[in-house]
């Protein structure tokens, strides 16, 4: 197994405490309680709701999360790219799908393998000319489970129409090396949507539009097994309106500064709290009402907007450069201080890391390897 960067600089701090304050910075940090609470409180809500849940593996990329979450009661994880499940199964993490398609000789070649040496993939396909092509190189192995993908919408992947649906169910299921699945139907679009009335009324209006594809599928006898879907941003919206069965909820482990902003359940507070974010230290202090930290373009991403100071400082963050961000406000920390700030966007920040610094208070309890770190492909 390979030893990653952070765990040879900071192996030798797990289980001190006080260990946090030693780490160089800047720092992906684990909350691990805040994290064990979310864990938990999403596999509640999904028991309760008599809903299987498929966490998207995309917001950590790490096996050491999945192994939590499949140990919660997930039925398995999502995966947005080939080269995530690849690294997931060689970590010996099953119940894999694939939520884009894929299309390409070498890629379904690689699904291919990868569905002979795991106990259970899925895929999606929006085409019928890749589900030909992975029927045939499926042949001779396990069937592989491919679901009908449906555009909500925003045109990115999916049929798009009820017809175009039923279309491609009928092919996949025509294919002795393919078993059909169901349908995907993730409205990325309406996770951010701020209000919980707004979002409420758009998820609404796109689930309508989802029961007319079931239910042209339905007719042709092609009712799907399962229907996946949803997000951190509407999965309580979604468990209400009943038509999905799965949730592939990503981003509630962390809970970053896009969700935070966003009235998740109607409730006002969040139901989740805070476990992810990135420790930097102050590296120079010369200009009044500004410091300036280690933490710049390199630790964040950027597309978000600015991180939130949490800790450390009563100040707002400003990106300065490639390795340094400012800090801008009176009574500021002094050189060296160490300062806390949440992710904007969790998914793209946890992919500028090699691993996360799982912490317990101030220290450190273990160092968690991004598993399928710069797997684009």
Same mark, same amino acid.
């Given at each position: 197994?390979?030893?990653?960067?952070?765990?040879?600089?900071?192996?030798?701090?797990?289980?001190?405490?006080?260990?946090?304050?030693?780490?160089?910075?800047?720092?992906?940090?684990?909350?691990?309680?805040?994290?064990?609470?979310?864990?938990?409180?999403?596999?509640?809500?999904?028991?309760?709701?008599?809903?299987?849940? @498929?966490?998207? /593996?995309?917001?950590?990329?790490? &096996?050491?999360?999945?192994?939590?979450?499949? *140990?919660?009661? #997930?039925? +398995? !994880?999502?995966?947005?790219?080939?080269?995530?499940?690849?690294?997931?199964?060689?970590?010996?993490?099953?119940?894999?799908?694939?939520?884009?398609?894929?299309?390409?000789?070498?890629?379904?070649?690689?699904?291919?393998?990868?569905?002979?040496?795991?106990?259970?993939?899925?895929?999606?396909?929006?085409?019928?000319?890749?589900?030909?092509?992975?029927?045939?190189?499926?042949?001779?192995?396990?069937?592989?489970?491919?679901?009908?993908?449906?555009?909500?919408?925003?045109h990115r992947t999916g049929?798009?129409?009820?017809?175009?649906?039923?279309?491609?169910?009928?092919?996949?299921?025509?294919?002795?090396?393919?078993?059909?699945?169901?349908?995907?139907?993730?409205?990325?679009?309406?996770?951010?949507?701020?209000?919980?009335?707004? @979002?409420?009324? /758009?998820?609404?209006?796109?689930? &309508?539009?989802?029961?007319?594809?079931?239910? *042209?599928?339905? #007719?042709? +006898? !092609?009712?799907?097994?399962?229907?996946?879907?949803?997000?951190?941003?509407?999965?309580?919206?979604?468990?209400?309106?009943?038509?999905?069965?799965?949730?592939?909820?990503?981003?509630?482990?962390?809970?970053?500064?896009?969700?935070?902003?966003?009235?998740?359940?109607?409730?006002?507070?969040?139901?989740?709290?805070?476990?992810?974010?990135?420790?930097?230290?102050?590296?120079?202090?010369?200009?009044?009402?500004?410091?300036?930290?280690?933490?710049?373009?390199?630790?964040?991403?950027?597309?978000?907007?600015?991180?939130?100071?949490?800790?450390?400082?009563?100040?707002?963050?400003?990106?300065m450069g490639d390795e340094?961000?400012?800090?801008?406000?009176?009574?500021?920390?002094?050189?060296?201080?160490?300062?806390?700030?949440?992710?904007?966007?969790?998914?793209?920040?946890?992919?500028?890391?090699?691993?996360?610094?799982?912490?317990?208070?101030?220290?450190?309890?273990?160092?968690?390897?991004?598993?399928?770190?710069?797997?684009?492909?």
């Open positions: 197994m390979t030893v990653t960067y952070s765990e040879r600089l900071h192996g030798a701090l797990i289980g001190q405490p006080g260990s946090r304050e030693l780490l160089n910075t800047p720092a992906l940090i684990l909350d691990r309680d805040a994290f064990d609470r979310n864990v938990d409180r999403m596999a509640r809500f999904a028991r309760t709701h008599g809903l299987a849940l @498929r966490p998207h /593996a995309k917001s950590h990329k790490s &096996a050491d999360i999945a192994r939590a979450q499949r *140990a919660a009661g #997930a039925v +398995g !994880l999502c995966c947005a790219k080939l080269g995530e499940a690849e690294a997931l199964a060689d970590e010996g993490i099953d119940g894999l799908h694939l939520t884009s398609p894929i299309v390409t000789a070498p890629t379904i070649a690689r699904l291919a393998a990868l569905a002979r040496r795991t106990s259970w993939l899925s895929i999606v396909a929006d085409h019928p000319d890749p589900v030909d092509a992975l029927a045939i190189a499926a042949a001779g192995g396990p069937p592989i489970t491919v679901l009908v993908d449906i555009d909500p919408g925003i049929v798009a129409s009820p017809e175009a649906a039923v279309a491609l169910a009928q092919r996949i299921a025509e294919r002795p090396s393919l078993r059909y699945g169901g349908v995907q139907f993730y409205c990325g679009a309406q996770q951010h949507v701020a209000g919980f009335a707004d @979002r409420h009324a /758009a998820i609404a209006e796109r689930t &309508a539009y989802l029961t007319t594809c079931l239910d *042209a599928l339905a #007719a042709a +006898g !092609l009712s799907p097994p399962v229907v996946t879907g949803a997000g951190t941003g509407s999965h309580a919206i979604d468990a209400e309106l009943g038509v999905l069965t799965e949730l592939q909820v990503g981003s509630y482990i962390f809970m970053d500064r896009e969700y935070a902003d966003c009235d998740i359940d109607g409730s006002g507070t969040p139901p989740f709290e805070t476990a992810l974010m990135v420790d930097a230290r102050v590296i120079s202090a010369n200009a009044a009402g500004m410091v300036t930290i280690d933490a710049g373009l390199k630790a964040f991403a950027t597309e978000a907007g600015a991180p939130p100071v949490i800790a450390g400082a009563q100040a707002r963050y400003r990106f340094q961000g400012a800090l801008i406000g009176s009574g500021l920390p002094e050189l060296g201080r160490r300062v806390t700030m949440a992710t904007p966007h969790c998914d793209p920040t946890v992919n500028l890391y090699d691993a996360y610094h799982v912490v317990s208070g101030d220290t450190l309890l273990a160092i968690w390897p991004v598993t399928a770190r710069g797997r684009s492909a």
